[in-house]
């Protein structure tokens, strides 16, 4: 389907930002953005993840180097953002040069892990720093010297394990990197495209125009371009934009505000963290002040200390002292009444106590600056036991105190606070504003201690929120935020916010699920170790996610390494079953929940007759002290009389992760169909294999076949059409393709052997992977010669997607006769409920007996078609290695089966027993399912497990 267009210039409205070459976050927000935000969020499916865990390159690492480890996939580009496990034995780098070399060293072994195309060589030494423990060591891709624009790579050594590891390569950004059009021309672009936000004159750019490859976000791939990257700054007021612009053709590509406006509304409640009438004041030490004595002649200058005590040697009272709000840790620049800062003076004798104050009924902007300040003191104290390494907790810290704007505060490297107005009160006198804006440069500052984790709007807005939660111990931000009362606030974050369902345009409301994650995570461990101990641990985990977290997701990972003692992750962490918890009950946890169960088979192919039949399983738990029962059975089930009847078999687990059990021997011309269940020690289902609701099991075939036809799509083409067969004849509609699949729509993202599959909407050429509403298209085969045969079987590898058989239905034609149709919800069950998706998460193989239809006939044709209704879409067919077989072994009658009807009746029954109402087994009732041509048996469990490595996951808490 091809992707819609951008929006006109002329459509685009950004909001003010501000001139610095940091991001700049307001503590709330006006206007959109160039695209919808959530566009610029990763998002993660767990089916998808499932999916990706079965990837080539993935399952190399595996035997590389174990099964025990886990991988976050970027769904768009398909590369592991993060892995981590049990930890690989590297040394403990001593210098820079060492670390740099053991994680280069680790990409030119571990180089498919990079993506396709990209080398060891296009990675850039970006940092190797130390942090708790911890190494960092860091590089950027460049793409033909030109650097990608966010692409980073990186691994994490802790007691000589690298431990953790990132790809953000992109590798499709494979664009021509000689620019067409000048930087001074992308300037005016950048200039004409801002013209409406503010006048030209008033716009300039600000630092290199740089060259890049920009990754512009779309629904689900990116979508590359040669960019100048223009930094534009508004030289009269708030505003600072990344504008990139399309080196070839000049166009205006994106636009990014540094400021993220949006709107917010609420209020403040507590007198010593805001406004009230009457003023009730909170007492702070001035810390580090300038005190001066002008008394004596000349001027005598001092400094108080920590706890504001200050000592004038030689100075005799009583006599006159004045100080005001610039000091060594914070500076107030006032924005009203002339500029002039807040200044005290007192006549003193020796050991007065002074109280800087003013009548904040009368004198709103000297209050908000002695609060500012105050408020500045507390969150920076607090800050420096998060993280002593935090440059921004020790700096001096700049305020810039009573703009005249209002209903708002923002960080641009320094920390902004408007003037009352607009029903809204002065924001620097409500120090939950202030710690949120100081959270912001906290968390810029942190980003430097590793140089491994990007400035993301969402989660700083979360991050800020945390701050001043975890200043209160309350998860209220802002009461009293207007001046309508003190009984609301302006956002709380004790709630159940999950990803991704409560992304929103407005970065400040997604960040809530990052600040309620945290909440919920301090909570679990001041339970655990009581008040004191459990809020610093979960504020020391909190500054270790933010040195190495790109966006709200990759959270969970940075709180696993944070809270790691000793460089292996496959092993837990001290907290490993609260951080899963907490992560987990708001979308970001592992998707094996707080136990991380992970399960792998390598489904079975063909198989002799007459001999047994081993299956195995991989079945771990990845966090079992996280768990009251561990796994306690696998049962293997299945079937040879094409669903009718099943018969069970317990799996004998050798270390609690290898299972294994042994089918019967069965007689040739049985079809099996099979799955395995696991349970656990409270008589829980916990998962099945495979994970499809809609065709909840394996197949294969017994006896001998001999191949007639067979098309693996990797040479000559051999005669293969594809048409539109109803539906408006649109560009894509007829979306057949046969190339590389890449991922998309819950396509599988490599072919089952070789490269090429045929498919619907592969996903390339800025397609999106899906299939259209509204059609009917088809594959159709070469004519095939079975006249020589009688018994003859297709077979084809299958991964499919598509809605409900009672919307959608991707059928399979023999001659024009249906054989097998995807799985259809009874006609009782209401629309709104029909929602038994066909979803494979791994290459199926599909076996159809076609004797009767095809057996002995000359020009015979095979036709996969999708039939689409006007809403939902899926990723539709993929298709590998098409054959027709010929049995060469006589059928015989497989044990059990009694229904030797040909009447064409579907009796399939799924593992359970119950009827599914399909997929349905069109025509003769031994129909259905899949095998290869292959006389394949298992390896070990451990080797079967890792050769298909679908590690999956589910998502509740075994008891």
Not at 211 to 237: F, I, N, S, T
Not at 581 to 597: M, Q, T
Not at 786 to 807: C, I, K, P, T, Y
Not at 812 to 818: A, F, G, H, L, T
């Amino acid at each position: 389907m091809p992707l819609r267009p951008l929006p006109s210039a002329a459509a685009l409205v950004v909001a003010a930002a501000v001139a610095l070459p940091i991001p700049a976050h307001a503590l709330t927000g006006r206007q959109p953005i160039l695209r919808d935000p959530r566009l610029y969020q990763r998002t993660y499916e767990a089916a998808v993840q499932r999916a990706h865990g079965s990837r080539g390159e993935w399952t190399d690492f595996l035997l590389r180097h174990g099964p025990k480890w886990t991988a976050r996939w970027d769904e768009r580009s398909h590369t592991a953002l993060r892995f981590y496990g049990e930890g690989i034995e590297v040394g403990q780098p001593a210098t820079d040069e060492e670390a740099y070399a053991i994680g280069e060293t680790f990409f030119y072994d571990n180089e498919d892990l990079l993506g396709d195309g990209v080398l060891v060589e296009d990675l850039v030494r970006v940092a190797a720093k130390e942090a708790h423990g911890t190494r960092y060591v860091s590089f950027r891709r460049e793409h033909r010297g030109v650097p990608v624009e966010g692409s980073r790579v990186h691994v994490r050594i802790k007691n000589g394990r690298l431990f953790m590891g990132g790809v953000d390569t992109h590798p499709d950004a494979d664009v021509p990197t000689s620019p067409a059009i000048p930087k001074e021309a992308a300037v005016e672009v950048a200039r004409g495209d801002l013209s409406t936000l503010a006048p030209r004159d008033r716009l300039s750019a600000q630092g290199d125009v740089e060259l890049v490859v920009y990754p512009l976000p779309l629904e689900d791939r990116y979508e590359y371009h040669l960019a100048w990257k223009v930094r534009m700054v508004r030289e009269d007021g708030p505003g600072t934009w990344d504008v990139f612009v399309d080196a070839t053709d000049g166009s205006l590509v994106d636009r990014l505000d540094r400021i993220l406006w949006l709107d917010g509304t609420l209020n403040v409640r507590h007198d010593l963290r805001t406004v009230t009438n009457p003023p009730e004041y909170g007492v702070t030490p001035m810390a580090f002040n300038k005190v001066t004595f002008p008394d004596p002649d000349p001027d005598v200058t001092v400094y108080t200390d920590a706890a504001g005590w200050f000592d004038a040697s030689g100075v005799s009272g009583p006599t006159t002292v004045t100080t005001s709000v610039v000091g060594d840790d914070v500076r107030i620049s006032n924005f009203s009444q002339g500029n002039a800062e807040i200044a005290g003076s007192w006549t003193v004798s020796d050991g007065a106590v002074l109280e800087f104050s003013t009548d904040a009924a009368t004198d709103e902007y000297g209050q908000a600056q002695l609060d500012v300040y105050a408020f500045l003191l507390q969150v920076r104290a607090r800050a420096q036991g998060m993280d002593p390494a935090n440059a921004y907790a020790w700096d001096r810290i700049d305020a810039k105190v009573n703009q005249d704007q209002t209903c708002n505060a923002y960080f641009d490297g320094d920390v902004n606070f408007f003037r009352s107005g607009s029903g809204c009160n002065n924001t620097g006198r409500i120090s939950d504003v202030v710690y949120h804006e100081f959270g912001h440069g906290f968390h810029y500052y942190q980003l430097t201690q590793g140089d491994v984790g990007v400035f993301d709007g969402a989660l700083s807005e979360g991050a800020g929120d945390y701050m001043s939660g975890t200043m209160w111990g309350d998860p209220y931000l802002a009461p009293g935020f207007f001046v309508s009362g003190a009984s609301t606030w302006l956002r709380e974050f004790d709630s159940d916010y999950s990803w991704p369902e409560d992304i929103d345009a407005d970065p400040h409301y997604t960040g809530l699920i990052f600040a309620s994650t945290m909440w919920d995570l301090q909570t679990l461990l001041v339970g655990k170790y009581g008040a004191d101990a459990g809020r610093a641990h979960a504020d020391l985990l909190y500054a270790r996610i933010l040195i190495g977290a790109m966006d709200i997701p990759t959270t969970y990972e940075e709180a696993l390494a944070g809270d790691d003692d000793d460089g292996n992750l496959a092993n837990g962490t001290p907290n490993v079953c609260e951080i899963n918890d907490a992560f987990s009950a708001h979308g970001l946890g592992p998707v094996g929940g707080a136990a991380g169960i992970s399960t792998a088979h390598a489904p079975l192919g063909n198989q002799a007759s007459g001999t047994e039949i081993p299956v195995s399983a991989y079945v771990a738990i990845q966090y079992p002290q996280c768990v009251e029962y561990g796994i306690e059975s696998t049962r293997l089930s299945w079937s040879v009389d094409a669903g009718s009847n099943w018969e069970t078999a317990d799996m004998v687990g050798d270390d609690g992760e290898n299972w294994t059990a042994t089918l019967p021997a069965l007689p040739a011309g049985t079809q099996v169909l099979y799955s395995i269940e696991i349970a656990d020690g409270g008589g829980n289902a916990a998962y099945t294999l495979p994970d499809n609701a809609a065709m909840p099991y394996y197949m294969f075939y017994v006896g001998e076949l001999a191949p007639v036809f067979f098309d693996d799509f990797e040479g000559d083409d051999l005669g293969w059409t594809h048409e539109l067969l109803s539906g408006d004849d649109e560009e894509g509609a007829d979306d057949w393709q046969q190339g590389r699949p890449r991922g998309e729509s819950g396509d599988p993202s490599e072919a089952f052997s070789g490269s090429i599959v045929w498919g619907n909407d592969l996903g390339s050429n800025q397609y999106n992977g899906a299939y259209q509403p509204d059609k009917v298209n088809t594959l159709v085969s070469p004519p095939l010669d079975l006249s020589a045969h009688s018994l003859v079987r297709l077979q084809f590898r299958r991964w499919l997607n598509v809605e409900d058989g009672s919307f959608d239905n991707a059928t399979v034609y023999v001659e024009e006769q249906p054989v097998w149709t995807n799985l259809a919800s009874p006609s009782s069950v209401p629309d709104d409920e029909r929602d038994v998706h066909h979803e494979d998460l791994e290459w199926q193989l599909h076996d159809i007996d076609i004797s009767g239809i095809a057996g002995g006939r000359s020009d015979v044709r095979i036709r996969f078609e999708i039939d689409s209704d006007g809403g939902l879409e899926f990723g539709g067919w993929n298709v590998d290695d098409v054959g027709v077989y010929a049995m060469t072994e006589a059928p015989e009658d497989p044990p059990g089966d009694d229904d030797d009807d040909d009447d064409g009746d579907d009796d399939t029954t799924d593992p359970a027993g119950e009827d599914p109402e399909g997929p349905s087994l069109i025509g003769d009732p031994d129909t259905c399912g899949g095998c290869d041509a292959s006389d394949s048996s298992p390896s070990s469990p451990v080797g079967a497990a890792l050769a298909a490595l679908a590690l999956l996951f589910f998502r509740r808490r075994l008891r």
